[in-house]
């Protein structure tokens, strides 16, 4: 059985946007290109409606090119559990208001149990303080927390 890997909306922003002229997020989407291409066929990938929900605002053209990356991707259902957990996340981490859905995004990762959720949020998912406080809440709760990494810390599987 393949791993399973939560793809994060940043993942699929990285695919589809024009290359940056900025080194550390051209170079942030080589990486996400490589993974794409060479590991996402040896691991099963979901996404959640939230994913989609942040992949459709915005321009247009750019909508288009994200939603062509997810069309065959599985969708993770919602529930109230997972929201009662985003809800406990976004309080627990104190994730700023304009950042909800990122508890939202680990909420169902966790739910789901994922092997790993594939972020390039350093911020607010794939940091090591929200590494280490996630595990804390998660081990209160008994229930396993997925491996937060960008693809760059999953080139193997």
């Known amino acids: ?47 959640s409606p939230f994913v989609i929900q942040e992949i459709s605002a915005g321009d247009q053209d750019a909508v288009r090119r994200r939603q062509e990356y997810i069309k065959d991707i599985p969708i993770l259902q919602v529930n109230s559990e997972i929201q009662q957990l985003a809800r406990l996340y976004y309080e627990e981490l104190t994730i700023p208001n304009k950042a909800r859905l990122d508890a939202a995004h680990l909420a169902i990762a966790v739910w789901h149990e994922m092997d790993y959720l594939l972020s390039w949020n350093c911020k607010h998912i794939v940091s090591g303080r929200t590494r280490k406080a996630l595990e804390k809440i998660n081990s209160r709760l008994q229930i396993r927390t997925p491996v937060l990494c960008t693809p760059e810390e999953l080139m193997e599987v």
């Open 1 to 47: 059985m393949s791993a399973s890997v939560y793809v994060e909306t940043t993942i699929i922003s990285y695919l589809a946007s024009k290359p940056s002229r900025d080194l550390i997020v051209a170079a942030h989407q080589q990486i996400t290109l490589e993974w794409w291409s060479h590991i996402r066929p040896q691991v099963s990938c979901y996404i």
